[in-house]
Nanobody, 116 residues
Framework: QVQLVESGGGLVQPGGSLRLSCAAS????????MRWYRQAPGKERELVAG????????NYADSVKGRFTISRNNAKNTVYLQMNSLKPEDTAVYYC?????????WGQGTQVTVSS
Protein backbone atom coordinates (compact mmCIF):
# COMPACT_ATOMS: atom_id res chain seq x y z
CA GLN A 1 0.00 0.00 0.00
CA VAL A 2 1.42 3.35 -1.07
CA GLN A 3 1.65 5.97 1.64
CA LEU A 4 3.03 9.49 1.78
CA VAL A 5 2.76 10.93 5.27
CA GLU A 6 3.62 14.58 5.82
CA SER A 7 4.53 16.06 9.17
CA GLY A 8 6.10 19.18 10.62
CA GLY A 9 3.47 21.77 9.84
CA GLY A 10 2.17 24.26 12.36
CA LEU A 11 1.85 27.88 13.35
CA VAL A 12 4.94 30.07 13.08
CA GLN A 13 5.59 33.80 13.24
CA PRO A 14 6.78 35.72 10.19
CA GLY A 15 10.51 35.27 9.76
CA GLY A 16 10.44 31.90 11.46
CA SER A 17 11.33 28.43 10.18
CA LEU A 18 9.70 25.05 9.81
CA ARG A 19 10.91 21.72 8.48
CA LEU A 20 8.40 19.51 6.75
CA SER A 21 8.96 15.79 6.35
CA CYS A 22 7.30 13.28 4.06
CA ALA A 23 7.74 9.61 4.86
CA ALA A 24 7.13 7.31 1.89
CA SER A 25 6.32 3.63 1.70
CA UNK A 26 4.90 1.10 -0.74
CA UNK A 27 6.85 2.16 -3.82
CA UNK A 28 10.43 2.60 -5.03
CA UNK A 29 11.23 5.92 -3.42
CA UNK A 30 14.80 6.13 -4.70
CA UNK A 31 13.62 6.15 -8.34
CA UNK A 32 10.87 8.69 -7.87
CA UNK A 33 10.85 12.42 -8.48
CA MET A 34 9.68 13.99 -5.23
CA ARG A 35 7.91 17.34 -5.05
CA TRP A 36 6.25 19.63 -2.56
CA TYR A 37 3.12 21.50 -3.58
CA ARG A 38 0.99 23.92 -1.63
CA GLN A 39 -2.55 25.20 -1.80
CA ALA A 40 -3.77 28.34 -0.11
CA PRO A 41 -7.48 29.00 0.48
CA GLY A 42 -9.19 30.06 -2.73
CA LYS A 43 -6.09 29.42 -4.82
CA GLU A 44 -4.93 26.66 -7.11
CA ARG A 45 -2.37 24.12 -5.97
CA GLU A 46 1.12 25.24 -6.94
CA LEU A 47 4.50 23.56 -7.20
CA VAL A 48 6.89 24.69 -4.49
CA ALA A 49 9.99 22.52 -5.01
CA GLY A 50 11.15 19.30 -6.62
CA UNK A 51 14.13 16.97 -6.44
CA UNK A 52 15.28 14.47 -9.06
CA UNK A 53 16.42 11.04 -7.89
CA UNK A 54 19.29 10.51 -10.31
CA UNK A 55 21.51 13.45 -9.44
CA UNK A 56 19.67 15.31 -6.72
CA UNK A 57 19.02 18.34 -8.88
CA UNK A 58 16.41 20.64 -7.42
CA ASN A 59 14.03 23.28 -8.69
CA TYR A 60 12.00 25.90 -6.86
CA ALA A 61 9.15 28.28 -7.41
CA ASP A 62 10.43 31.84 -7.75
CA SER A 63 8.47 32.83 -4.66
CA VAL A 64 10.49 30.51 -2.40
CA LYS A 65 13.97 30.58 -3.99
CA GLY A 66 16.64 31.33 -1.44
CA ARG A 67 14.29 30.61 1.48
CA PHE A 68 13.23 26.98 1.03
CA THR A 69 15.41 23.91 0.55
CA ILE A 70 14.22 20.49 -0.58
CA SER A 71 16.28 17.41 0.24
CA ARG A 72 15.84 13.65 0.36
CA ASN A 73 17.21 10.71 2.30
CA ASN A 74 16.79 7.58 0.21
CA ALA A 75 17.89 5.36 3.10
CA LYS A 76 14.95 6.65 5.13
CA ASN A 77 12.50 7.01 2.20
CA THR A 78 11.92 10.58 3.30
CA VAL A 79 11.86 13.95 1.59
CA TYR A 80 12.18 17.21 3.49
CA LEU A 81 11.33 20.85 2.95
CA GLN A 82 13.29 23.30 5.07
CA MET A 83 11.43 26.60 5.11
CA ASN A 84 13.18 29.70 6.40
CA SER A 85 12.23 33.38 6.51
CA LEU A 86 8.58 32.43 6.33
CA LYS A 87 6.06 35.00 5.19
CA PRO A 88 2.29 35.20 5.72
CA GLU A 89 1.84 34.43 2.04
CA ASP A 90 3.45 31.03 2.63
CA THR A 91 0.37 30.02 4.58
CA ALA A 92 -1.13 26.97 2.88
CA VAL A 93 -1.63 23.24 3.07
CA TYR A 94 1.59 21.63 1.90
CA TYR A 95 1.42 18.35 0.01
CA CYS A 96 4.07 15.77 -0.76
CA UNK A 97 4.01 14.27 -4.25
CA UNK A 98 5.88 11.43 -5.89
CA UNK A 99 6.07 10.52 -9.55
CA UNK A 100 7.71 7.61 -11.35
CA UNK A 101 6.64 6.82 -14.87
CA UNK A 102 2.86 6.78 -14.95
CA UNK A 103 2.57 6.38 -11.19
CA UNK A 104 1.83 9.46 -9.12
CA UNK A 105 0.94 9.68 -5.44
CA TRP A 106 -0.09 12.40 -3.00
CA GLY A 107 0.05 12.79 0.73
CA GLN A 108 -2.82 14.07 2.83
CA GLY A 109 -1.21 17.46 3.42
CA THR A 110 0.04 19.40 6.41
CA GLN A 111 -1.10 22.89 7.37
CA VAL A 112 1.45 25.69 7.58
CA THR A 113 0.24 28.97 9.03
CA VAL A 114 2.49 32.03 9.17
CA SER A 115 0.99 34.68 11.40
CA SER A 116 1.88 36.98 14.26
Amino acid sequence: QVQLVESGGGLVQPGGSLRLSCAASGFTFSNSVMRWYRQAPGKERELVAGIIPADGRTNYADSVKGRFTISRNNAKNTVYLQMNSLKPEDTAVYYCNSKYGFSEYWGQGTQVTVSS
